[in-house]
């Protein structure tokens, strides 16, 4: 007979939703993303919730203005593991080119974007995808229990 199956003490949160590739739908996954962060206990100006939605407002910013193929969308996920005190983030488009991590000028507009993420994200990189496309992710570390105004200390 089987071993039944057990459940982890602290299960994997998650979020998945689809977004028109556009400004407003990089906008809207940002807005949602800070809304699930305050859901799952890390409220806006705490610093995970600050880092979390850098990566996600870089990362889908990237997928609306590189990524994009004209009709489709791209999907951002975010799974919260406490046990591990991380949040992935996940953003999905059918653009078949691979990011690339540039040094832009000083005089250069952009270009930066996927500097922040590597500088902020504990981890990142990118995937294939069934499909055409590419998943780029990065992990997000969580301070644990930090609260606005908390007098706990907390290592980096």
């Not at 100006?45 to 489709?72: K, M, S, W, Y």
Request: net charge neutral; aromatic share 4%; with cysteine.
């Amino acid at each position: 007979m089987p071993a039944p199956r057990t459940q982890s003490p602290t299960p994997a949160r998650t979020f998945a939703q689809r977004f028109s590739a556009t400004r407003r739908g990089a906008r809207l996954a940002r807005l949602l993303a800070a809304h699930q962060l305050t859901e799952w206990g890390h409220p806006h100006g705490t610093e995970a919730h600050d880092t979390v939605i850098l990566v996600v407002a870089e990362l889908a910013a990237n997928a609306v203005l590189h990524g994009r193929v004209p009709g489709r969308d791209f999907t951002l996920s975010l799974s919260h593991d406490e046990s591990r005190g991380i949040v992935r983030i996940e953003v999905t488009d059918t653009h078949p080119a691979l990011p690339a991590l540039k040094m832009p000028g000083a005089d250069e507009d952009g270009g930066r974007g996927l500097l922040l993420v590597e500088a902020v994200a504990a981890d990142w990189g990118v995937r294939d995808r069934l499909g055409p496309g590419k998943t780029v992710w990065a992990d997000c570390e969580l301070l644990r229990h930090a609260r606005p105004g908390s007098t706990s200390s907390h290592a980096p």
